[in-house]
Every structure is written in structure tokens, then in C-alpha cells.
């Protein structure tokens, strides 16, 4: 009888004349191929269905977790500084105009001057374009972590000597564009061919010759002239402009569209919580091409306050750059708005088109073409329902991106920064001590208190930062005299040896005072938060409580 040569599959043993035995081949050859027709149809389903992430997306989120490090909408108390847009690395199209000074540049503006070499002998003269150079190499050389951008002409010292003169500088680790300012007072020597050395230089803001005026705010708002003005008048910063954007003529109220939010239960949560939910309502804003009108309210949360109960009345200028919001996106504000929508509905007797909106759940897709004046977002259902980033989720969320460009720091509070900075010379390291609630707590984290006592802060330090470095203490740790230890080893700076910078003569004091109708601000947990934080980043090193202090996991144990 002759043997079957054909090949089967692996599924399959070799064929066999014995009808048992073809029928248990048949019966394992369908077993496979039913097998086999199953996973082709799993898969196929599975191809079907699922949606790979669009890459242009899936960059905007990762944007959005980096700057918030929250997931599924859920909110934690706030125990560090939400970042903003300006920690973001700009774009081309954002990189400012103005480069920074180099040798290269101060060469050829010495090498291009007009002046004869001609000079009389140790006679220092602050309007040579030599000694302005001379100035412009001794600060490059001294303080590598600053960028300068511009001079202004040097003017005589209070010696002959001696040159004050002002510039406008950017921290190399700060990535927006804002400039901040410094006058010193440096100490010149005439050398051979009319060549200057600096010989010595005062610190930050010695330089008083060459501080340009700042205008004085009169008890109308309007600026008044130096000579007129007493001690009391306040001093506002020329550089920031925190006026209300007006809508101009009555026209153009009606021309306009506009999207409103009605206060909701985001009102008096976390700084993260509201910065999620307002820039959730502006970039509905943008999708729908109108202009936002904002509520300059901020309600802080308890947890910042030093009565730890929440606090109304807070304007969004104390802690956020108003001047580059309005630059970045179309806004208006609510009092202004409301006043101009009740003057056209009175003055023409009818009413304004308005598209009332109760639910979330009605989507900017399905309000894109709507024509209404003004688009009213009204949230008055119980928490969390009446939340403002409810309307960025689900669908919308493909279509609503937050844009986190448009909200910096407050300039107030960087100027603070760059001040404190500026103190230490842009020479100081950093470390970050997180005490509190969490050193209390033993069961979430039973090394930290330990970890982070005077004498194990020493002992690490040793190992890490030089003697007699200045060293700036970024802390929560209420206890002022907890850290004198490390000053046998170091220079130690701490935010409250810098109160006068936003005590009741400071500049901060006067402007925020302005803001606030008069009335003073207290410098909040919030800002004290933000200030520490942003020093911290400008240290040339840096160490950390959870990354070097201790073991410990920073959310607890088992977190890491």
C-alpha cells in the first residue's frame, strides 16, 4: 500500500490508513484553524478600534502634565508653585530680539569710536566708550549666569574715580524674555594707551547715580512730577503695566463676541485648581475666537493664609503677569464688561444677544457657530459639576488647547527674586529643606525629620558645597534660628533676612497697595512659596530634600 507523502501542518501528525486515525487528524487540523480564525478575529476587532494618539496631541498633554503633574482631574493641596509659561523652552517665534552683549560685540564698539587715544593721564572719564567697556568685560567675567542686554552711558561716582551705570539683564536658567535691572558703582584706573581696568565694584543697586526716576502716583492715579512729591506718594515701576484693558468706544462693545464664566466651585481651590480651570475657560475662549472676560478675583486657598481660612479679594496681578497676559490673548475685564454691556442695552433699549448656558456638558464644538454677542456660561450645579475645566474634558479635550503661554509670574515678585539673587552676587548655592506636616508625619515619611536636622543638613552639605559658600535656605520651617548650625560652615541666607523688600517702604508694597485700592497686601504664603522656589532655581547648585537630604519618598512610603 502506498504511504501518503503529503506534508501537514504542525498542528498535525503523519497520515495513517486507520480511519480512527484520519479522524483524529481531522479533528486537531479543525481544532487549529478554529484557533487560527479566532485570533484573526480578535485582532482584526482590535485593529479596528483602537485609536494610536495623534503626536501633535499627545505633545500638547505632555506639555499640559508637565506643568500641572495632575492626572484625571483630581486635585491635591497645593505644596509648591504651579509652573507657568515662562519654565516653558520658547520657540524661535518667541525668542526675544534683543542678543546678548558679548566680547566679540564690545570689541568692535571700541574699535569703531570716534575718540582720539588721546587721554589725560588717571583721569577717569565715565563717557568714554572705553570705560563702558571696560565695564561691560569686568561683568561678563563676574557673573556668567547673567545675560546683559543693554547699558545705558555711565555717569560720574561720587568720586573722580568712580562711574555708576545702569543695564537691563535676563538670568541665563529664566526663559522668558523679560528684562529686570541693575546699577553699580565700579571703581576705574586710566592704564597704558587710555586703556581702563576696573579696580573694585559695589553691590546690587549701588550705582544711586544712575538709577533712572520712577514716576510718583498721585491721589488721582495720574504721575506728578519729583519735586512735588512727598515721602507718602507711592512709587509705581515704569516697566509694568498692570492698567485694565478698556473696550474703547460704545460701538465696539456691540461688534465684539465675547465669552463669559460665572464664578464656580473652582473660586477658593488651590493655585493648580484654578490655574487648570482658567486657562480651561481661555482656551474655550480662543477656540470660539472671542474675548474672555476675566474675573481679577482670586480667592486664596487656606492653606497659604496666615489665618488658614480661605481669603477673598485677591487680585490675579499679586501672583500672575497681567501685562503679558493681555499681550498674549484677547481679554476684558468683568466690571468693565458689565458696565458697557448695561450702558448699550439702556442706551439703545434693547437686549444685548446673549446664548445662556447651564451645562457643562454643552461642548465648544456645538457652540463654534453661534452668533450670539455674548456666549454666558452660568455654573450653578453642586461640586464637582460646577467646576470650569469639566467643560475641557471628554470630546472637547481634542479640541481646547490650555495656553500655558500666556500666564508668567508675577514681575513683583521676580523683581524680589532677582533682588535677593542680586544681594549674593549671582554666586550662591541652594538647598531645599521641606519640614512641616511631613516631618511630622512618621508614618508616611519616618526618616525626614531626622534627615533634615541641623546637624544631618551639615553633614551632607559638607560633602557637597564649599566652606563659606553663600548658601540660600529654601525652607518651610517656621522656626527661623533652626538652621544657625550650618552658619559655622557657611554664609546662610534665609527669605525672612529679606523683609524689607516687601515690607511697608518697599517698592512691592507701594505697587501692590495701588492695586488694592489702598489698602495693603499681606506678603501671602503663596508669594513666599513662589520667591523661594524661583532663588532655588538660580543656585549653581542645588540640593534637594527628597533627591539628597533623604531616602524618603516625597508623596510617602512606597510612593517612589
Known amino acids: 500500500m502506498k ?59 505632555a506639555l499640559t502634565r508637565v506643568f500641572t503633574a495632575l492626572e484625571n482631574a483630581t486635585y491635591k493641596t497645593d505644596e509648591s508653585v504651579l509652573k507657568t509659561g515662562e519654565d516653558l523652552v520658547l520657540s524661535r517665534a518667541m525668542t526675544p530680539t534683543a542678543a546678548p552683549i558679548t566680547e566679540e560685540a564690545i570689541e568692535r564698539v571700541v574699535d569703531s569710536s570716534s575718540l582720539a587715544a588721546s587721554c589725560e593721564e588717571n583721569v577717569v572719564n565715565c563717557s568714554d566708550p572705553r570705560a563702558l567697556a571696560a565695564i561691560e568685560r569686568f561683568n561678563l567675567r563676574r557673573f556668567r549666569t547673567i545675560a546683559f542686554l543693554e547699558y545705558q552711558q555711565p555717569v560720574n561716582g561720587s568720586r573722580a574715580n568712580e562711574c555708576d551705570v545702569a543695564w537691563r539683564f535676563r538670568n541665563k536658567k529664566e526663559k522668558s524674555w523679560r528684562k529686570y535691572r541693575d546699577f553699580r558703582r565700579f571703581r576705574l584706573d586710566v592704564g597704558e594707551n587710555c586703556s581702563y581696568v576696573v579696580t573694585g565694584a559695589r553691590g546690587w543697586h549701588s550705582g544711586i547715580n544712575a538709577r533712572r526716576p520712577r514716576s510718583r502716583i498721585g491721589v488721582g492715579g495720574g504721575a506728578v512730577s519729583n519735586g512735588s512729591a512727598n515721602a507718602a ?74 489665618s488658614n481660612k480661605d481669603e477673598e479679594g485677591k487680585d490675579f496681578r499679586f501672583y500672575f503677569d497681567f501685562e503679558h497676559l493681555k499681550e498674549t490673548a484677547l481679554i476684558v475685564e468683568e466690571g468693565e464688561f458689565i458696565r458697557d454691556w448695561k450702558k448699550w442695552d439702556k442706551t439703545h433699549k434693547k437686549k444685548t444677544p446673549v446664548r445662556k448656558v447651564k451645562n457643562y456638558k454643552d461642548t465648544p464644538m456645538q457652540l463654534k457657530k453661534d452668533q450670539s454677542t455674548i456666549i454666558w456660561r452660568q455654573f450653578d450645579a453642586p461640586e464637582p459639576e460646577n467646576y470650569w475645566y469639566r467643560v475641557c474634558e471628554g470630546p472637547a479635550a481634542k479640541y481646547i488647547q490650555r495656553p500655558w503661554h500666556t500666564i508668567w509670574k508675577s514681575k513683583r515678585l521676580m523683581n524680589i527674586v532677582s533682588e535677593i539673587s542680586g544681594r549674593m552676587d549671582w554666586d550662591f548655592d541652594a538647598v531645599h529643606v521641606v519640614r512641616g506636616e511631613k516631618a511630622q508625619n512618621k508614618q508616611l515619611w519616618p526618616h525626614l525629620d531626622s534627615d533634615t536636622s541641623p546637624e544631618a543638613i551639615l553633614n551632607k552639605l559638607k560633602g557637597l558645597i564649599q566652606p563659606w ?65 524661583e532663588v532655588l532655581y538660580r543656585a549653581k547648585t542645588r540640593v534637594e530634600t527628597f533627591n539628597n537630604l533623604t531616602m524618603d519618598c516625597k508623596d510617602g512610603v512606597n510612593t517612589c
Open 3 to 61: 504511504k501518503d507523502s503529503t506534508n501537514h501542518s504542525s498542528c498535525s501528525s503523519s497520515s495513517s490508513t486507520d480511519p480512527i486515525g484520519q479522524n483524529v487528524v481531522k479533528l486537531i487540523s479543525n481544532v487549529c484553524f478554529s484557533f487560527f480564525v479566532f485570533s484573526v478575529l480578535i485582532f482584526t476587532v482590535i485593529a479596528i478600534t483602537y485609536q494610536p494618539p495623534d503626536p501633535w496631541l499627545e505633545s500638547s498633554k
Open 233 to 306: 506718594v507711592p512709587v509705581q515701576d515704569n516697566e509694568i503695566n498692570d492698567t485694565i484693558p478698556t473696550l474703547g468706544p460704545e460701538s465696539t462693545f456691540r461688534k465684539g463676541r465675547y465669552l463669559y464664566y460665572t464664578r464656580g466651585g473652582d473660586y477658593c481651590k488651590g493655585m493648580n485648581h484654578y490655574l487648570w480651570s482658567f486657562l480651561c475657560a481661555l482656551g474655550e475662549a480662543q477656540y470660539l475666537n472671542r474675548t474672555f472676560v476675566m474675573d481679577l478675583s482670586i480667592c486664596l486657598a487656606a492653606t497659604y493664609t496666615p
Open 469 to 533: 559658600r553663600n548658601v540660600y535656605i529654601a525652607t518651610n520651617e517656621k522656626f527661623y534660628n533652626y538652621f544657625d548650625k550650618l552658619r559655622s560652615n557657611y554664609k546662610v541666607h534665609l527669605l525672612d533676612d529679606y523683609k524689607e523688600l516687601w515690607g511697608n517702604t518697599s517698592e512691592w508694597y507701594n505697587e501692590t497697595k495701588l492695586l488694592n485700592d489702598g489698602h495693603p497686601v499681606d506678603f501671602d504664603g503663596y508669594m513666599r512659596v513662589a520667591v523661594d522656589t
